[in-house]
């Protein structure tokens, strides 16, 4: 529950700061039009993004999230895994992609309330995407083009 609320922290934390947190964020964007879609990209599959603590090991370590964004606008968080019963996979929220051109955008709900957002993806080219609010980078994400699997190498802290 907190991984999402923390993530979505990170992204509105990200969206307002400049300097560091600035990227391209105006070249190569992906739309309701471009090859793969904004919606090809995230319908089935999982994005990963690891900018937790990834100095710290062991159980003490912190990653970011891994969201399955289903069909149907339903978005789950992998967490463990669906058989789990320390931290089972669960559903969190929704996802939607809107717009044309260049205001094609995908929208984040989360059923905790707060976060979510409005933002749009850029290939960067090398199998990531940067995620943006205007023109601040809010995070950098790789996609598994599949659900049920998480993210090669996310590891989990203690429950």
């Known amino acids: ?6 993530f979505t922290s990170v992204l509105l934390l990200n969206s307002v700061m400049s300097g560091e947190a600035m990227a391209d964020c105006a070249t190569n964007q992906l739309t309701d039009a471009s090859n ?8 089935g599959h999982t994005v ?3 900018a ?9 370590q912190s990653w970011g999230v891994q969201e399955e964004h289903r069909s149907g606008g339903e978005l789950w968080d992998y967490k463990r895994g669906p058989s789990s019963t320390i931290d089972p996979t669960k559903l969190i929220g929704a996802w ?8 094609t955008v995908v929208n984040y709900s989360y059923l905790a309330g707060g976060g979510g957002g409005i933002y749009k993806v850029y290939n960067n080219g090398n199998a990531s995407y940067d995620i943006c609010n205007g023109p601040a980078r809010v995070a950098t994400v790789t996609v598994v083009p599949s659900i049920g699997s998480g993210c090669s190498g996310f590891a989990h802290g203690a429950p």
């Open 1 to 6: 529950m907190m991984k999402y609320f923390i």
């Open 36 to 43: 793969p879609t904004l919606n090809d990209l995230l319908s």
């Open 48 to 50: 990963c993004e690891a």
């Open 52 to 60: 937790g603590d990834a100095a710290a090991t062991g159980p003490d």
């Open 96 to 103: 939607s992609v809107s717009g044309t051109g260049a205001n």
